[in-house]
């Protein structure tokens, strides 16, 4: 069974969830955080509109050492930034979701800082969890819209605020 194919119709699928959840941050709550603990929207917006990057480097790289590469994530500020970053990292990914990239799904990926390993899995394995940390943040940004009292939209159907 080729995978590629597989992982490029729920990269799209995502993609437009994704899509619509960001597309409602307010503009004057990019600052706002739940707790002092948790990430404010911009940090956990940003993170979201980048992890489709994560499909090219599991499929480009062997791996990501935060000690030679700390994470630097783009600074937005807007919700017209924030898509325009989220088209980008998607069209990074998709670009590496080709019938070629099959065969490098079985080969290791290994994420790491220094001398600490995090994880060592397959390629398909990383994108798979990519995928899973895009709809695991979505869903918290979900929780901070609700908090706020910004309506939701739906992800695998409507959400309460569409019925």
Known sequence: MELIPIFLKEFEAEALTTRNMLSRIPDDKYDWQPHP????????????????????????????????????????????DLLALLEKSLAEGRAELIPANEVKLTENWTLRNGDIIYSVQTKHETIRHAYCQMVHHRAQLGVYLRLLNVPIPGSYGPSADEN
Do not use: C, Q
């Open 37 to 80: 603990k948790s990430m404010t929207i911009r940090t956990l917006a940003t993170h979201i509109a980048e992890l489709p990057t994560w499909v090219s480097l599991a499929l480009t790289t062997d791996g990501l050492d935060f000690a030679a590469e700390p994470y630097n994530p783009t600074i937005i500020n807007t919700t017209k």
